[in-house]
């Protein structure tokens, strides 16, 4: 694996044509009371359709939040926040009820409040069918083709507590793709799994990612999920501070290295974080020399007293 430091431009550049997911400066504020939270601050995403991509970041960097706007349960603030064709900033209420059935399916953590205790799988995956008053031979074969794309058609008649939790979270992910929607959205999916069930978790998202061509977004703290996605996001203070991408290199089937990237995130503005690692080696502190070399660009320290 290698590693280095690159500029990946932000959606300010250009977002593609093909982009499900365009965030630009995205701002969320809590307000309890007088006290004010700014979980985003000024956020930069673009996903383009069919990607699969995780998003990390320390405890209260943002993920949640974040995914809370994608899934429309939240308004963001401030800034442009759109999925396909929808404006989450400017949605109506009823909008965001169509948005929420059709154009989006959520995976939570806990397994259980993915599912109802009385329920059958076949039962819970065909509720959100009916609610969107899906006729009843289609929803018998779109149930059929999720059970069988995600490995637990046995599972077709079990409740909840006559299955594992991966079969659960499985079934988790057929409740979420019912109404075909563009965009799945999964907050901590592998939380209360075991590694070798995560494992299996992640590749059924890969799985149903490939076979229904459906974009996908993971918030997870599972290291793992490097393993199955080509793009890794790092949040940090409510902004998109690094991603990593993978790509295969070299010869085919087993030659195949797989090469891992860090790029910097450079917004709208043309702001770029240096990593701490990268400031403390050159003792880098509130002022830098920046200069314009033809193919890239240096930064040195300030030196408070330059040669003649
Ligand atoms: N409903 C809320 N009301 C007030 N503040 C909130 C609310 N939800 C989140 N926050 C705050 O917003 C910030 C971002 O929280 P968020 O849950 O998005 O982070 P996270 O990266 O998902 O964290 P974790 O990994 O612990 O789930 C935190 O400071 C958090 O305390």
């Known amino acids: 694996m290698s590693w280095s ?13 093909d982009a ?10 809590y307000q309890t ?16 359709a069919g990607e ?4 990390v970041g320390a405890s209260g960097s943002g993920k949640s939040t974040l995914l809370s706007i994608l899934a429309g349960i939240e308004t963001p603030t401030a800034g442009r926040a759109q999925v396909g064709e929808w404006d989450l900033l400017t949605m109506a209420r009823a909008d965001r009820v169509r948005y929420r059935r059709h154009m989006v399916g959520f995976v939570r953590q806990q397994t259980a409040s993915n599912l109802v205790p009385y329920l059958t799988a076949r039962q819970v995956i065909d509720l959100p069918m009916t ?10 074969a779109r149930c059929d083709e999720l059970l069988d794309a995600l490995g637990v058609a046995d599972c077709a008649d079990r409740r909840p507590a006559q ?25 901590e999916p592998t939380g209360e799994l075991d590694s070798t069930t995560a494992a299996d978790v992640f590749a059924a998202m890969r799985q149903v ?33 690094s991603e990593v991408l993978r790509r295969a290199a070299g010869g085919t089937g087993a030659d195949t290295q ?24 050159l003792a880098l502190t509130r002022r830098v020399r920046l200069a314009l070399e033809h193919d890239h660009i240096t930064i040195r320290p300030d030196d408070p007293d330059p040669a003649p």
């Not at 609610?131 to 018998?140: D, I, K, M, P, Y």
């Not at 079969?167 to 563009?182: C, D």
């Not at 977004?217 to 393993?227: A, Y």
Request: hydrophobic content about 45%; proline content about 4%.
């Open 5 to 17: 430091l690159r500029s990946a431009a932000g959606p300010g550049a250009a977002a593609p044509s």
């Open 20 to 29: 499900v997911v365009q965030c630009e400066s995205l701002v969320h504020i």
């Open 33 to 48: 009371g007088s006290v004010e939270v700014q979980a985003l601050q000024g956020l930069d995403l673009v996903v383009t």
């Open 52 to 55: 699969m991509i995780a998003v």
């Open 131 to 140: 609610a969107a008053g899906t006729r009843s031979r289609a929803r018998r």
């Open 163 to 187: 299955m594992s939790g991966g079969q659960q979270q499985r079934v988790a992910i057929a409740v979420a793709l019912a109404n075909r929607p563009r965009l799945l959205l999964a907050d």
């Open 209 to 241: 990612n490939r076979h229904f061509g459906v974009t996908a977004v993971i918030v997870t703290h599972d290291p793992q999920v490097s393993g199955h996605v080509e793009r890794t996001v790092a949040i940090r203070d409510g902004r998109t501070s």
């Open 258 to 281: 797989v090469i891992a990237e860090e790029y910097a995130v450079m917004d709208r503005a043309g702001r770029v974080q240096v990593p701490r690692e990268y400031r403390e080696a």
